[in-house]
């Protein structure tokens, strides 16, 4: 079985930029989440998604949005790059259903440094 | 709100040594706690997990972890470390919404 595949696996922007970032899940998994990685604050909750809805939102201002397909895909886009956004971004899937535990499955991150 | 500490940034061990690595929890309801490793430029890797039972939870690559209810704890052992288990560490708990949130992870070190 295939696992989570973010794409691209690294990338280098400039600030105002804008960019965005793909997420495949597991096969079978509805649930998509983003988070963002870097050593000063750690791993920080961007957004769920769950049958093309946003079921859950972190703290991140509104230049930070994504969406997901009804093959359970989901992208995710950053605007107005800022020198800020570098960082590791994971993408996870989870099965989500009643009964499961909801743990997650992550992929190996899009690296984005913004210059 | 659910959240979970992990009050050690580094742990240092030799290898062959008992490792622990350190969480307590935070949560209204019953706890879903999960263990995750990351190793560099990698993403995270499901090692195990916590919803209801035995107490003691079996994982992946020899590790296991320990729920305590009283002391509202969930830390993650291995009896024998090994080099490679040189890795960063994320404790997570899962709210009602499925959502996960972490804690700010610990790095192992394990000396040959």
């Known amino acids: 079985k295939a696992g989570v595949t973010q794409t691209p696996r690294y990338l280098i922007k400039t600030r105002g930029q804008q960019v965005t970032l793909s997420c495949s899940p597991i096969?079978?998994?509805?649930?998509v989440s983003w988070y963002q990685q870097t050593p000063g604050q750690g791993l920080q909750f961007l957004f769920e998604?769950?049958?093309?809805?946003?079921?859950n939102k972190g703290n991140f201002p509104g230049r930070f949005s994504g969406r997901q397909f009804s093959n359970s895909r989901s992208e995710m886009n950053v605007s107005t790059l800022e020198l800020g956004d570098s960082a590791l971004y994971l993408c996870?899937?989870?099965?989500?259903?009643?009964?499961?535990?909801?743990?997650?499955?992550f992929g190996e991150g899009s690296r984005l440094t913004v210059l | 709100a659910q959240s979970v500490a992990q009050p050690e940034d580094q742990v240092n061990v030799a290898e062959g040594n008992p490792l622990t690595v350190k969480c307590t929890y935070s949560?209204?309801?019953?706890?879903?706690l999960f263990w995750y490793v990351q190793y560099p430029n990698r993403g995270l890797q499901f090692l195990l997990k916590?919803?209801?039972?035995?107490?003691l939870v079996k994982g992946s690559y020899g590790f296991e972890a320990e729920f305590n209810k009283s002391q509202t704890s969930f830390h993650l052992k291995k009896p024998s470390a090994l080099v490679s288990d040189s890795a960063l560490y994320f404790c997570?708990?899962?709210?009602?919404?499925?959502?996960?949130?972490f804690g700010a992870g610990t790095t192992v070190t394990v000396r040959a």
């Open positions: 916590y919803i209801t039972g035995d107490n």
């Open positions: 096969s079978g998994h509805r649930s």
């Open positions: 997570a708990v899962r709210d009602v919404r499925y959502k996960l949130s």
């Open positions: 996870a899937s989870s099965w989500d259903s009643p009964g499961s535990a909801g743990e997650l499955f």
């Open positions: 949560v209204s309801g019953n706890p879903y």
């Open positions: 998604y769950f049958s093309e809805t946003q079921r």
